[in-house]
């Protein structure tokens, strides 16, 4: 099964494919070009009332033959985090398009200095990631990002939690995946 191209929405020019992964947490759908990803994300179809993840389940490409290189990058980072996350500070990230821009927004600010600065087993409250971001008064547009961040999982918002708890994750419609990755980090806290 050949993937399916269409034309990017925002993140390049470049044509995306689209690429279907298995995991523990059920399908990952990932979008990218050649050059890099252009969004990352769980199947749309999941909510906390069907979340039953299955630790059996093996990251796998599914359905494609020839891929970028970005794509099999993405394959091993997504195994290293599921299978042996001790492994992943040697793990490259696979390339996002929207880093390579020379001037990043604020949104892609944050996702990128998210990325950059907080490692699997690690928290970091909205207001801590806003002020990293040299912008204290930031915090709700902090909180706006994470809510619009299109490459889940490796841009790690589940890492971003409220002073006050755990925070929403996909607008609160998946909170058992929030806690289930954080737990899978060794974050238990929240549970």
Same mark, same amino acid.
């Given at each position: 099964m050949?993937?399916?191209?269409k034309?990017?929405k925002? &993140?390049?020019? %470049?044509?995306? +494919?689209?690429?279907r992964?298995? @995991? ?6 990932v /979008?990218? !070009?050649?050059s890099?990803l252009?969004?990352?994300s ?7 009332e069907?979340? &039953?993840?299955? %630790?059996?389940q +093996?990251?796998?490409?599914l359905? @494609?033959?020839?891929?970028?290189q970005?794509i /099999?990058? !993405?394959?091993i980072?997504f ?7 001790k492994?992943?500070n040697i793990?490259e990230r696979?390339?996002i398009?929207?880093f390579?821009k020379s001037?990043l927004a604020f949104r892609e600010?944050?996702?990128k200095?998210l990325?950059d600065?907080?490692g699997?087993g ?6 801590a990631?806003?002020d990293?971001?040299k ?14 961040n ?5 841009v ?8 006050s708890g755990?925070?929403l994750y996909h607008?609160g419609?998946r909170?058992?995946?929030k806690?289930w990755l954080?737990?899978h980090e060794?974050?238990t806290?929240?549970t």
């Open positions: 050949a993937p399916k191209t034309k990017p925002t &993140t390049c020019e %470049l044509p995306e +494919s689209e690429y992964f298995s @995991s523990p947490l059920g399908y990952i759908i /979008k990218a !070009c050649d890099g252009h969004s990352t769980l199947d749309g179809e999941l909510t906390d069907n979340f &039953t993840p299955n %630790l059996k +093996s990251v796998k490409l359905g @494609s033959n020839k891929v970028p970005v /099999k990058t !993405c394959e980072w195994r290293t985090y599921f299978d042996d996350l492994k992943m793990v696979p390339d398009c929207v390579k001037n600010l944050v996702w200095t990325a600065t907080v699997p690690e928290v970091i409250t909205y207001g990631l806003a990293r971001l912008n204290p008064g930031a915090v709700r547009a902090v909180g706006s990002a994470m809510r619009n299109p490459n889940g999982i490796i790690p918002c589940h890492r971003v939690v409220r002073t755990l925070g607008g419609t909170q058992s995946v806690v954080l737990n060794g974050i806290k929240y």
